[in-house]
């Protein structure tokens, strides 16, 4: 009975080891069949052995019962337990009466819980033992009076042994993709697969001596969507009462409370095979119609927990001929309720969209066992075979007669996906050597439909109860957790060389910042789309935007300049003293007849009050210098200098004339190879004003896949640390103002390329000093040997032929 109350959860499963049993037999023990499921991927939550959490309480019978003398709501009952003579045990329960069997737990045992029972006198009278509830014993949630025994239980007997409690119970954890394993049958399918031992499902025929279901009821289905299914059966003459013993027994095992016969079929079939059911008193269904549909705004129902609901047009209802009768997959109306008058039955038995459950349930706080299941995903092909299963239980517990037939309404039948498996993929996938029978046998064993394709292909029909196989990947991991991973064979890992060489944009792209960062310099990311004054300014045509995200900014951006320079001057005008920026991103260029050209980009700005020690004071601004010295770690190897380990060479070129971004003579070309990757140098003043930069500023933008390629070609090769000391010296050269620093630098390692290990500007004058047109360049040189130790006598000799080339070559003199 979907909706009775106390059955509010469903996200994990109960299992008693002697009900799987039933449908499947292995000879595993306990903790084979949990080890077993849980590697294929069931979670175990709790074993528990009733038995032992019973330990102690017997059958007793209740020979007398009597007022307490001092306590108007005590009762001292005398109570055989089986023993040489009765107990006197005081009871407060208002339902004990003499003649019934119950389960007494005798001085010196145990409660599950942990309470003791020891020998009280209760308002003056002895009490030697306890009569339990189901509450007490942990076997339910009534807790209004003592659990009344079946007559047929022998006195004296262990409670466990007399209602076959003693048994294991299972809990599982369900997953929110396996709404299949909510059920016995579920779990007894996994366990079959595993073991490659039959299913048993449920045997019965059904006798239907009543009359054609037609002619008594009628079925309409207004909202096919929110339930594409329904099956009515109808039952006569039946006598509510309550549950056998051993049907009882189940549903405490598994913690349900028993409630009447009627309610307990329906609650087992539920548990069985997990799809929800629900009877109404057919005599309380007015104009012997049932019709789904959407609830009218405002509409009342009164549910079985006695609240009064207001309903929405988003809450699907069942309905008879007049008003709601239930909430659809989630609990039925109390005028429709079956009790001990009622004598006819229609047995519903449907599928609810997930949705519409989960959608109602939440807005009204009413969680059921058959809502979770509902809202999990329930089978649409087990509606009709739930249907008959409780339909025949029923006949049998309560005498009822079962009409001829049953109302399916089913206007468009669910049709079933077939998904193509390759057994060698499988194989290939799971490193394992699966054949395409073990294939059949696993997913057939699951439930699938396998027939043979192409070649060794399959082609598997999968069950409606397994909605998350959807493809072949799907299959084989099926295949894979019932073969059992702890099968595949080990391989040994082959590890082939550490690849140099960046792989895709995102690894270049992330090296690239991680250098920059190391550099000293702080990431920006910019928006791709830029200001049209960026466009007009620099008079370059970039990629506009068919709908621009706003007026004036519509182009694609064709240079990183534009973010970095909109971010240094929002540093600069909240007072910072100095900036050094980077950005790694795309950039634009057009591309007549298809779509624009990408390609990434390194940028890199630096501006204002270059870092220093605070408690020094030696503040200064950048210059060109601190910028050539980012460049040139990104670019240079520092053990080779411009020479890479593969025959790459990276040059600077001065650049006189004006080109767009920078001043003229104030700034370089990067070559490699001869081909222009980029430009370094001072930003045009125009470009700054542009951005209201009132100060100077340094920039570079280079290819970042170049970056990349030069970085491969350095190599990892390993270079011991000196093992001698070298000399430093520090010379300065009056020359030509059109000769670059490099080209001094070139000439100054061609020297003697063993010995020069480093060369490096530290100072450029012009002044006073020199002549006009002249200008002054200051290195710091680092000589090394490999062979020894090198003397004052070879570092002069050495600089007297660095003197003599830079005069040769550029009439270079010392200062």
Same mark, same amino acid.
């Given at each position: ?21 039933d ?14 499921l ?41 109570v ?36 003791r ?21 942990e ?34 954890e ?51 969507v929110g ?41 087992f ?13 057919l ?23 006695g ?17 709601p ?63 008959e ?50 294939c ?14 192409s ?17 072949e990947v ?15 064979e ?10 140099q ?81 980077? +950005?790694? =991103?795309?950039?634009?260029? !057009?591309? /007549?007849?298809?779509? *624009?050209? %990408?390609?990434?980009l390194?940028?890199? $700005? ?27 770690a ?33 700034g370089?070309?990067i070559?490699?190879?001869g ?12 470009l ?5 930069v ?10 970042g ?5 030069l970085?491969? +070609?350095? =190599?990892?090769?390993?270079? !011991?640390? /000196?093992?001698?000391? *070298?000399? %430093? ?5 009056? $020359? ?32 006073d ?47």
């Open positions: 009975m979907y909706g009775s109350p106390g059955n509010s959860e469903a996200d994990a499963v109960k299992i008693t080891r002697s009900w799987l049993a449908y499947v037999e292995v000879d595993w023990d306990i903790e084979e069949l949990v080890e077993r849980t590697m294929a991927g069931l979670e175990e939550e709790a074993v528990e052995d009733l038995g032992a959490r019973l330990d102690g309480v017997i059958v007793g019978h209740v020979l007398d019962r009597a007022q307490h003398p001092n306590a108007d709501r005590l009762s001292v009952c005398t055989d337990v089986g023993e040489s003579a009765p107990r006197t045990i005081v009871c407060g329960a208002l339902n004990v009466d003499t003649g019934q069997r119950v389960a007494v737990i005798l001085p010196g045992s145990t409660l599950p819980d942990g309470t029972i020891g020998e009280a006198k209760l308002r003056g009278v002895a009490s030697s033992g306890m009569i339990c509830s189901e509450v007490e014993l076997l339910g949630t009534d807790a209004s009076g003592i659990m009344v025994l079946p007559s047929d239980y022998s006195v004296g007997t262990p409670y466990a042994d007399a209602a076959g409690l003693n048994d294991v119970v299972i809990d599982f369900v997953t929110p993709n396996r709404p299949d394993c909510l059920s016995i049958v579920g779990i007894a399918r996994e366990v079959s697969a595993l073991s490659q031992r039959p299913l048993n499902l449920p045997r019965f025929e059904l006798d239907a001596q009543g009359p054609p279901v037609e002619t008594t009821c009628r079925v309409d289905i207004d909202d096919t339930c594409p299914r329904y099956v009515a059966r109808i039952l006569r003459g039946i006598q509510v009462a309550p549950s056998p013993s051993w049907l009882q027994n189940r549903l405490r095992a598994v913690g349900q409370r028993p409630i009447n016969n009627v309610v307990d079929v329906t609650n079939v539920m548990l069985e095979l997990g799809q929800p059911l629900h009877a109404f008193d005599a309380r269904l007015r104009e012997g119609r049932i019709v789904v549909r959407r609830a009218i705004p405002g509409e009342p129902l009164q549910t079985l927990d609240t009064d609901q207001k309903l929405t047009p988003e809450d699907l209802v069942i309905a008879d001929g007049v008003g009768v239930a909430l659809a997959g989630i609990m039925g109306g109390a005028n429709s309720e079956v009790d001990d008058s009622t004598t006819d039955i229609l047995l519903e038995s449907a599928f609810f969209d997930r949705r519409t459950v989960r959608q109602t349930a939440s807005r009204l706080g009413l969680r059921t066992e058959a809502s979770a299941r509902f809202e999990r995903g329930a089978d649409v092909a087990m509606a009709a075979f739930a249907s299963r409780a339909a025949d239980l029923l006949a049998q517990i309560t005498g009822g007669v079962i009409d001829d037939g049953a109302i399916d309404v089913y206007p468009a039948p669910t049709s079933l996906p077939q998904i193509p498996l390759r057994p060698e993929r499988a194989s290939q996938l799971l490193s394992a050597n699966i054949d395409s029978d073990e059949r046998r696993i997913l057939q064993a699951l439930g699938c439909v396998v027939d043979r394709g070649d060794q292909d399959l082609v598997v029909t999968v069950p409606a109860f397994r909605p998350d196989l959807e493809r799907d299959l084989v991991e099926e295949v894979g957790r019932i073969h059992g991973y702890h099968q595949v080990g391989a040994e890992i082959v590890r082939g060389p550490i690849p060489q960046p792989r895709g944009g995102y690894d270049i792209a992330r090296s690239l910042r991680e250098g920059l960062v190391e550099l000293g310099l702080d990431e920006i990311i910019s928006p791709s789309i830029v200001d049209d004054r960026w466009t007009q300014l620099m008079g370059t045509t970039g990629c506009r935007l068919a709908n621009p995200p706003a007026e004036g900014v519509s182009h694609l951006r064709t240079s990183l300049l534009p973010g970095l320079f909109d971010v240094a001057r929002r540093n600069f005008n909240q007072r910072q003293s100095g900036v050094g920026l980077f +950005e790694v =991103g795309r950039v634009f260029s !057009p591309h /007549p007849g298809s779509l *624009p050209d %990408e390609s990434l390194v940028g890199g $700005l630096m501006a204002g009050q270059a870092s220093a020690s605070a408690w020094r004071g030696d503040h200064r601004d950048v210059d060109v210098l601190d910028l050539k010295g980012v460049v040139d990104l670019l240079l190897d520092s053990e080779s200098g411009r020479e890479s380990g593969h025959g790459s060479e990276v040059t600077y070129e001065s650049i006189d004339e004006s080109v767009g971004f920078l001043r003229p003579g104030q370089a070309r070559l490699r190879n081909e222009t990757i980029g430009h370094w140098g001072q930003a045009h003043r125009d700054c004003a542009a951005f209201d009132d100060r100077d500023v340094y920039i570079f933008e280079i290819q896949t170049c970056v990349a390629r970085w491969s +070609e350095w =190599g990892n090769d390993y270079v !011991p640390l /000196p093992k001698f000391p *070298p000399i %430093e010296r520090d010379l300065a050269v009056v $020359l030509d103002t059109g000769v670059a620093a490099g080209q001094i630098i070139e000439e100054i390692r061609r020297v003697d390329p063993t010995l020069v290990e480093t060369v490096e500007v530290f100072d450029v004058y012009t002044g000093q020199v002549e006009t047109g002249k200008h002054s360049l200051a290195f710091s040189l680092s000589l090394r040997s490999d062979s020894g130790t090198l003397e004052d006598r070879d570092a002069d000799q050495v600089i007297d032929r660095i003197l003599k080339r830079l005069g040769d070559a550029f009439g270079a003199r010392l200062r």
